[in-house]
Structure formats: C-alpha cells, structure tokens
T-cell receptor
Framework: DAGVTQSPTHLIKTRGQQVTLRCSPK?????VSWYQQALGQGPQFIFQ???????QRGNFPDRFSGHQFPNYSSELNVNALLLGDSALYLC??????????????FGPGTRLLVL | AQSVSQHNHHVILSEAASLELGCNYS??????LFWYVQYPGQHLQLLLK??????LVKGIKGFEAEFIKSKFSFNLRKPSVQWSDTAEYFC???????????FGKGTRLHILP
C-alpha cells in the first residue's frame, strides 16, 4: 500500500517565478492538507482540500493556491516566489468527514529553494 | 493568537533515562492535542492524540502524554528511552475556535547509546 507521495523531491527557483508541487494521497484517503516547514520551525498549515474544494485555510497569502483532482491527488501552486518561501512543503492525507479528526499521514516533502 | 510552545529545543539523554517533553498551548476553549514524531530519514508520523475522555493518553512505542487543562499542557513522557527514540518531536493543537492545526517548533531528542 503506497503511502503519501510527493513530487518533486527538490526544486530550485528564482524570485518572481511560479512553482507547482504535487501530492498523491494514501490509498483510500480523500482529504489532503498542505504545510510549510521553514528551517527550525514546525509545520505551518497552508490549506486543506476535501471533495475538490478548499475547506480550511491558514494564514497564507493568495499567492498560495491549490487544487484537488477527482482522484484526490492535489497540487500546491505558489506564484511570485519570494526568498522567504524557501522551505520544506509537506502534504498530508486523511480519511475524514471533519477537519483534522482523523490521523493524518505525511509525505516526505518537497524542499523548495528560492534564489 | 493561539500558539503552541515546546520548552526544549534540544534534549540529550542516555539510554534508560526517563523522558518528559513539555508542551503548552494558549487557548481556553476545547482543544484536540497531538504529538507527532519524525525519525531520521522518515516521514512525520502520529505518536498519540487526545480528543476527549481519559486525559492520560497512551501512544505507540511506550509513549504517553497527559492533558492537564488547568495548566494548558500536554507533556509527552516515556519512562525509559531507547537509542531508537532519537528523533524530532512536535506538539500540535486544534482548537474549536477555527479547526486549524498549529504545530510547535519541535524538540530534537538525542539518545546516547
């Protein structure tokens, strides 16, 4: 049973560019959450998708957007990249009818470096 | 704003020592509480969680945590650590105010063999 997978594993971009990160949830899971983890910090919640809609959102600007596909996979898009967007981006999946009421399974993350 | 504080950024212990990692949150209402662990080279994974009921929660690998509402705390404990417990530990909370999970900054635990 494949767990949560993310691609790419590493990415280097320059300021102002746009980036798309991808996540495939654990088999059978229907909810995907995205987190940003800066160096030395805990994960910060970006948003959560359920039934192809954004259900919850953290304190992140509109430059951060997402999408969930009918097969439950998800994308995180970041526009107009800033140096401060450099971080590890984590995806987590769960099977739930209520936000965060079930165990979330995390992927390995995508490490983004903005130069 | 709601927040989670983990008191120790780095902890070094010898094998068989007892462990207690502190976690405090700032919110007076109903909370769900979690401890996550990230072993070297592995994904973040759930160690234990508290939603309601018995405030003493048992998790995997012999870990437990106690929810003390009056102290806004959810400390993680293990009576005798092993070298394999070397990892980074994150406390997290969800409040009934907005249902958004908030993580602490983490505690790096290093166990000496």
């Amino acid at each position: 049973d494949a767990g949560v997978t993310q691609s790419p594993t590493h990415l280097i971009k320059t300021r102002g560019q746009q980036v798309t990160l991808r996540c495939s949830p654990k088999s059978g899971h229907d909810t995907v959450s995205w987190y940003q983890q800066a160096l030395g910090q805990g994960p910060q919640f970006i948003f959560q998708y359920y039934e192809e809609e954004e259900r919850q959102r953290g304190n992140f600007p509109d430059r951060f957007s997402g999408h969930q596909f009918p097969n439950y996979s998800s994308e995180l898009n970041v526009n107009a990249l800033l140096l401060g967007d450099s971080a590890l981006y984590l995806c987590a999946s769960s099977l739930t009818s209520e936000p965060f009421q079930e165990t979330q399974y995390f992927g390995p993350g995508t490490r983004l470096l903005v130069l | 704003a709601q927040s989670v504080s983990q008191h120790n950024h780095h902890v070094i212990l010898s094998e068989a020592a007892s462990l207690e990692l502190g976690c405090n949150y700032s919110y007076g209402g109903t909370v769900n509480l979690f401890w996550y662990v990230q072993y070297p080279g592995q994904h973040l994974q759930l160690l234990l969680k508290y939603f309601s009921g018995d405030p003493l929660v048992k998790g995997i690998k012999g870990f437990e945590a106690e929810f003390i509402k009056s102290k806004f705390s959810f400390n993680l404990r293990k009576p005798s650590v092993q070298w394999s417990d070397t990892a980074e530990y994150f406390c997290a909370v969800i409040t009934n105010r907005d249902d958004k999970i908030i993580f602490g900054k983490g505690t790096r635990l290093h166990i000496l063999p």
